[in-house]
């Protein structure tokens, strides 16, 4: 009975099966057409992200050059304070030493073997001491040149 019934109906068995391996193979040609579709666009998306991922790391890269920059140019004008600074102290030094041992000041382009320094006259002469070497003023000024050694050499307590 079922022989009888396929020799009959095999024309329409056949046709079924062609349309099934038919529509079969047309769904395999479609998915490879949306995959291809689909593998474009995810091409298009990785090539946008690297090219952002470039554009933000040149950005950062420029923003990290301009901030060093920066740094250096403070690193600059503090070792010129720090410069000034030194010799400033170094004046003050001098000073104190002259305020504490009553003697005159060296001036540093002198010395006595380049040249000797003439006797002032009498008239032209101060007192004895000056009121700017008493004791107070060279505690004063050595108060002062301690506190900005202090501050040279961070021993003030910075953070």
Known sequence: ????????????FVALLLISIGTLVLLRVGYGIADRSWQEKWDQRDK?????????????????????????????????????????????????????????????SYSSETAAIPELPAAARLGETLAICSPSCTERLTQRREIMQQKLTGAAGLP
């Open 48 to 108: 946008a992200d690297a090219e952002a991922r470039l554009s933000f790391t040149q950005e950062q890269r420029r923003i990290e050059l301009a901030r060093q920059a920066d740094i250096d140019q403070i690193q600059r004008e503090a070792d010129e304070e720090n410069r000034k600074a030194n010799a400033a102290r170094a004046a003050a030094q001098r000073v104190a030493d002259h305020c504490s041992q009553g003697s005159k000041p060296r001036s540093p």
């Open 1 to 12: 009975m079922i022989l009888a019934f396929l020799k009959s109906h095999w024309l329409l």
